[in-house]
Structures are given as C-alpha cells and as structure tokens.
C-alpha cells in the first residue's frame, strides 16, 4: 500500500550547480546530473558510472554536503522516488514499514506520527532523505534512526548486486555506520588524515530502500533528552503523545535555526548543513583535563551484534557547541564580522552558514578557524560531520 505522494521530477533534468542541490547552496557545476524516476533508472546510473570509472556522487536531500566551487568532474545521481509501503501493522510486530531511498526523511515521519506508529518522533525536522539517514545512523533528541530500522537493501558496488543488510549487520554508532566507514580506505569513522576509499565521495554500499519496524501507539518512545522533556513539561523517561513530541521537536529545531529555509521567509541562518562537527568521543583522561562545566556524556557500544549496548568506560562523549563557543567562538562569529560571507549561525554555534553569497572556500576558512580554534584552547580536534566534496579541512 503506498501511503505517501510519489511524485518525481523529470528523469536527466538540467541542474546548473551543486549550489542548487545543497542547503548550504554552495558549490559549482556537475558534469552530468541524472534524476532517477525508477529504481532501474538509479541502479543503470550508479553502474553506468562505475563501469566507466567515472567519479560518482548520490544526492539525496542535499543537507550534508559541501561541494567544492570548482564543481564535480563526474555524473551527479539523485534518487527521486517517493513513498511509504506498509507490508504489516498490528499488535504483535508493530509496524513494517518501507520508504525508497529518495522518500523525504521528516513527511516519513510525519506519516508514522498521523498513523500512531512510535519511535522515530524525536527525529522530526531532520532534512534529508529516508536512504541518507542510515548512512550516519541520523539523531537528535534522544533517539537515533537505529533504534527502528529492520533492514536496508542496498547496491554493493564491488560485488556488483543487490544485498540485504540487517540492523545488527550494519555496525552502527555515533553518527556512524559500516556504510559511512565504507567511503575510508580504513574502514574506521573518518578522522584528520584518513585515506579514502574509491567509492568517496559515495559509500560503496548505494541505499536502495530501508525498512522499519516501528511500535503501535500514540504515545511516544521513552524521553531522553532533558531539553526535549523540559520542553514538554515531562521527565525524562516519561512517554507522552507523539505529536505533542513532534511539535516540541519542531520548535526546538526551528529556534536554533536547525530546519529548512522556507521560500517565502528567507533565513540564513538556515542556510547551513545542521551540525558541522560531530560531538567528540574522547579517552576519560582528557576529558577529566576538560574544564568541569563542560558537558560529559557516556559513550554505548555494542560488542558484538545482537548484544545490547553497554557503557565505554574508556571514554566520554562532550559537546562541541560548547567547546566552540568557550574556545571564543560566539554566535554569529565570522572572520570579518558581521560582513562575513560564511558565519557561525546567530542561533546555534554547532551550524556554519551562508549568509547568501558565501562560496565554499569561505565555509571551508571558517570551519578550519574554529577546528584549530578548539584544538589550540582544549586539544581536541573536532571532526566534520557533512561530506566534503573536492575541499578539505
């Protein structure tokens, strides 16, 4: 049953740059640029482009790219296949839930919210597509996307076809996933200095669908996050309706400035990637070195797949909007002030904007100030969180 508008753009539509592709609307011309309308059409681009070894770059919502002025010498393939197939809804196994890759991540949940279908609510107001999300297991607000998803079909590109990949298979953590390693010749989350692997800027594994498998009710998972039950006027751990969570989520995002710009209200302060730096996972001995008021959160892993994440004593999660701003980094910082191109949102010190004519060597500047910013003041080197295409800190 397809329970979401399936509407698509025209199969090889003419797109100028990739700064119509972004949110950041930074970065310059693509070789070739394919829409695909069917998944035929998407896996004949993607091998198309392998076949002939010329570079490839999947785009989904465009929310977690920064591409080079100079543009992208390679075919650019956007997944345009809209849609939600529910294979089953009942009390015993929840809901089952599939969404093609090019499926618009927040009207998915939009969609299970309405339906009562509980556990991705707090990830509301995450721009972006249904086949990005695993790739950097997507969270905020306490939840991440891996605590719902069954499975995902992807196609492998070096072995040429189709595979299943389940939840326990798909090594998630933090921001990170087997699929977003699979773009690092180590096969670790990325860092400063690591090789990449000759899928970059595309993971070796091309998401072609995901699967979910979501609880019944209209109340929402556990609260998590005390901000989010502050907000609610709730405890963590209470459960309370979905849409009351959905809402709350909404406006939360919308005062950081962390949701779309909406056309007929321009805001650069949306103008961003979200979050340019991941939050730093770091040994107990440097974060006991932190100042005390700096945030420390425990870090969960799972061991081997299946078994049920414990706590790393080894090391600790910390915030890197707080390192930013008391590395002196205030919002709205930009390297020539208030006239700068590309500026640390006014809202939120973890998003990088463009404050409408920035191009992305001026992202690039800025992110490399407040990268060596931190490092100088805490020793700590922050990491970004969106792709970098054809630029590098």
Not at 105 to 134: F, K, M, Y
Not at 264 to 273: E, F, I, K, Q
Not at 298 to 318: F, L, M, N, S, Y
Request: charge should be negative.
């Amino acid at each position: 049953m397809v329970t979401a508008d399936q509407d698509v753009l025209p199969h090889s539509a003419v797109v100028p740059s990739l700064a119509d592709l972004t949110t950041l609307r930074v970065g310059g011309p693509v070789s070739s640029y394919v829409e695909a309308a069917t998944e035929q059409e998407f896996l004949d681009a993607v091998r198309a482009a392998d076949e002939t070894g010329t570079p490839l770059l999947v785009v989904g919502g465009g929310s977690n790219l920064l591409v080079a002025d100079e543009g992208f010498d390679g075919v650019v393939v956007r997944d345009a296949r809209r849609g939600l197939e529910v294979a089953s809804a009942d009390a015993c196994g929840g809901a089952v839930v599939s969404a093609p890759a090019g499926q618009n991540w927040d009207e998915l949940v939009r969609e299970a919210v309405d339906a009562g279908w509980c556990g991705v609510e707090a990830l509301s107001g995450i721009p972006g597509t249904v086949g990005a999300a695993p790739v950097q297991n997507i969270g905020a607000y306490g939840q991440e996307v891996s605590s719902t998803l069954a499975s995902i079909r992807v196609w492998d590109r070096a072995q040429g076809r189709v595979r299943t990949i389940t939840n326990s298979e798909l090594g998630f953590g933090y921001r990170t996933s087997v699929l977003k390693r699979s773009m690092h010749a180590s096969g670790r989350q990325e860092g400063e200095g690591d090789p990449l692997a000759p899928w970059y800027p595309t993971p070796r594994y091309v998401v072609l669908d995901v699967t979910f498998q979501m609880r019944l009710g209209t109340l929402s998972a556990p609260i998590a996050y005390a901000q989010l039950a502050a907000r609610l006027g709730a405890e963590q751990g209470d459960r309370v309706p979905s849409q009351d969570v959905r809402e709350a989520v909404l406006e939360l995002r919308s005062s950081k400035g962390m949701v779309l710009d909406r056309p007929d209200a321009p805001d650069h302060d949306r103008w961003s990637a979200g979050s340019f730096f991941t939050n730093p996972i770091v040994p107990v001995e440097l974060a006991e070195r932190l100042p005390a008021p700096a945030p420390r959160f425990p870090v969960r892993r799972v061991v081997e797949p299946g078994q049920e994440a414990t706590v790393d004593p080894t090391c600790v999660k910390t915030s890197a909007a707080w390192l930013i701003q008391h590395a002196g980094f205030a919002p709205g910082f930009g390297l020539i002030g208030e006239h700068s191109p590309a500026r640390l949102s006014t809202k939120h010190t973890l998003a990088l904007t463009n404050r409408g004519s920035a191009r992305s060597e001026d992202l690039i500047a800025l992110a490399r100030a407040v990268r060596d910013g931190v490092r100088e003041r805490f020793g700590i080197t922050l990491v970004p969180e969106p792709v970098l295409v054809g630029v590098a800190l």
